[in-house]
């Protein structure tokens, strides 16, 4: 039995080994399945990009946006001395980028409790504002001035005027943040003979859409 094995063997190999020659070995394909290495790679570039903007480049600004501020504002009247306290509240706007520049609108209300002399707080800050400048990058340094209503809590409202200026980063498409100083006047706030001027400093946290 011993022997007729290799016997056997010898025979099976001399009868396939023509078979075997004329097999043409094709080359091994990956399954376009398992192909994945290429389209993963853009994909994980396109995640890792989505809504980054590029170090140094240059962000557009059109659009809509939303957002907070918050800071510190000192109020100052000619019947009295001043008095600074926290000052905080909403902002709601639009800009258009023409390129270098950019010019927009906002609406901004602040709230507070600031005295503005014996028996007098300055409540709340309306204001109705016009505000551009050049971009630098990713940011935004504006010039901003418009109307302003400021509300007290027992000598009424009444309206006045603001400048001042900022600066707006964006840190990505759709989030920005920044700080902002405003100067405001109210002449013979509700004809009361009182002067009052508001300086607020804060900083700016929006939402773009």
Known sequence: MRVLLPSVAVSLITMTAPAVAEMQLLPLQTPAAL???RSADT???TLSTQGVLTPGGSANWTGFYLGGQLGF??????????????????????DHDFGRWVLGGALDYDFADI???????????FRVKLRGGPKIGNG???????????????????D?????GGYDYMVSRQFSIGAE????????????????EATTVQV??????
Do not use: K, M, Q
């Open 73 to 94: 504002g000192s109020v100052d009247s000619n019947l009295s001395g001043n008095d600074e306290d926290i000052i905080g509240g909403f902002t709601l706007g639009y």
């Open 35 to 37: 192909s994945f290495d």
């Open 43 to 45: 994909t994980l570039a």
């Open 140 to 158: 935004l340094l504006y010039a901003a001035a418009g109307w302003a209503n400021a509300d007290t809590d027992n000598a009424g409202s009444d």
């Open 204 to 209: 700016r946290a929006t939402f773009r859409f």
């Open 115 to 125: 005295s503005a002399g014996p028996g007098i707080s300055v409540e709340e800050i």
């Open 181 to 196: 100083v405003l100067y405001h006047e109210f002449d013979n706030f509700n004809s009361t003979g009182r002067d009052i």
């Open 160 to 164: 006045g005027w603001f400048i001042g």
